[in-house]
């Protein structure tokens, strides 16, 4: 099962993926968004997966607003993949971070523009 061994709990999915709250991150909004097919890393997909990964944008912008994180510069989120281990992939399954709050980096965010 997806997300399994990860402290979470199930948050909003769509039809290609699933998604959880990460529990006990930094950030007060961290949701994990999972391919439902596997395709190993953001390196992997085809162009039939394009609806499937725009689904999946979808859904983290959808998961984002929901949870407090809307499109206004106050409300801003990160949506953050990584590709192969010395990218920080940790798991050989294509996921994405939703990242609300803080800056993870403590650095302030660019105006909207």
Do not use: W, Y
Not at 40 to 55: F, K
Not at 57 to 68: D, E, F, I, T, V
Not at 83 to 96: M, R, V
């Amino acid at each position: 099962m997806p997300g399994a061994g990860i402290a979470s709990r199930a948050a909003p999915e769509s039809r290609g993926a699933h998604a959880f709250h990460r529990i006990g991150t930094a950030a007060p909004t961290h949701l994990l968004l999972i391919a439902k097919r596997h395709i190993v890393s953001i390196r992997g997909p085809q162009d039939a997966d394009a609806p499937r990964l725009g689904r999946m944008m979808a859904l983290a912008s959808r998961a984002a607003r929901k949870h407090g994180r809307g499109p206004d510069c106050q409300g801003g989120f990160q949506l953050v993949s990584q590709a192969g281990t010395n990218g920080g992939q940790e798991t050989a399954q294509l996921h994405f971070h939703t990242i609300g709050g803080a800056c993870p980096r403590n650095k302030k965010a660019a105006p909207a523009v």
